[in-house]
């Protein structure tokens, strides 16, 4: 029997098979995280960990549990976990691909649809009692087709995002780790940039201040990877400055964003609170892997799911 400590509920009853197959299963009780002792504490009772992308598995965390054989992570990306110091202790790493590349590429395509249409200030000007009338010029927004969409990252969410982006006859380009588009180029000729890189030493800051000046002013940036792929502050500054059109953002630097961070005072930003893969079905579907990467992680066997340096 293994012992196993998931850092919050996750959604869906996945957990019961865990108790089926005779393992202890111990679940943090609470909507915040547990602080990082707690982590460490709770864990170190445990001999497989289902965590979430905000759980810092890192270098000291995975010295202080030599007992873990397994970590299976709540989510496809891995920037949570330090990959090589798990290797070097021949623990285990999981996490959740394919499942969620559906919901996620559908998040990202509402958020450029959003915001080339403007829906958040529509939406705000009619609740807040400034729909007068009819107007030809008001709340005029950008087109789809026709127009160039240049995806930063061409894996499993960024190819999907491309498919949906045929529906909409858009030019799409793509820049991707072994080729494609080169990143200057794409940037210069897109209307729309969708980022689906994973975070890495080499992607964090891509979209930097330099990087903005090569957009054209009336671009649209799209993030639904991870916050520190673009420079925050830079791309306030880029919003100000009209460097570029708008941005939306399903994932910042830091998460959460404070209500009074200077980002959300840009002009045409929207903010979503890293839902990519939240419908229920995609979330029930994600433990079911995690658990599946338990459960051959505790038999001693490949996980089913395994993580691979990006
Ligand atoms: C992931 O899985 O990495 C997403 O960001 C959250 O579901």
């Known amino acids: 029997m293994g012992r196993v400590f998931v850092t919050r509920r996750p959604v869906g009853d996945g957990l019961e098979r865990l108790v089926q197959a005779g393992h ?23 001999d497989a960990l289902i965590c979430m992308l905000s759980d810092r598995i890192d270098a000291v965390f995975l010295e202080a549990n030599p007992q873990l054989t397994v970590i299976s992570n709540y989510a496809v990306g891995l920037d949570n976990i330090d990959l090589r110091a798990a290797a070097v202790r021949g623990v285990a790493v999981g ?27 529509s939406a705000q000007a009619v ?9 030809p010029d008001s709340f005029l927004g950008a087109d789809l087709v026709g127009a160039t969409l240049g995806i930063v990252g061409a894996g499993r969410i960024g190819e999907a995002v491309a498919r949906r982006a045929a529906g909409w006859s858009m030019r799409v380009l793509k820049t991707t780790s ?29 979209i930097d201040a ?16 991870r916050g520190p792929v673009v420079d925050t502050q830079a791309l306030a500054q880029a919003l100000h400055a009209g460097t570029i059109a708008g941005a939306a953002l399903d ?25 990519g893969s939240a419908t229920p079905r995609t979330r029930a579907a994600m433990t079911d892997i995690c658990v599946d990467n338990v459960l051959a992680g505790l038999a001693g066997e490949p996980l089913p799911y395994p993580a691979r340096a990006a």
């Open 178 to 206: 072994r080729g494609g588009t080169p990143l200057s180029e794409l940037l210069s000729a897109s209307d729309f940039v969708s980022l689906h890189v994973p975070l890495t030493p080499s992607t964090r800051d891509l």
């Open 210 to 225: 330099r990087a903005l000046a090569q957009m054209k002013p009336t671009a649209i940036l799209v993030n639904t990877a």
């Open 95 to 121: 996490h959740t691909p394919d499942v969620l590349t559906d919901a996620t590429a559908d998040l990202a395509f509402a958020l450029l649809l959003a915001a080339a249409r403007r829906l958040p200030q």
């Open 127 to 135: 609740l807040q009692g400034r729909w007068e009338t009819w107007q």
């Open 24 to 46: 202890a299963v111990d679940v943090w009780p609470d909507l915040a995280p547990p602080p990082d002792q707690a982590l460490l504490e709770r864990a170190q009772q445990a």
């Open 251 to 275: 994932v910042t630097d830091p998460e959460p964003l404070p209500p009074d961070h200077p980002l959300l005072r840009a002009p045409n930003v929207l903010v979503l609170p890293h839902v």
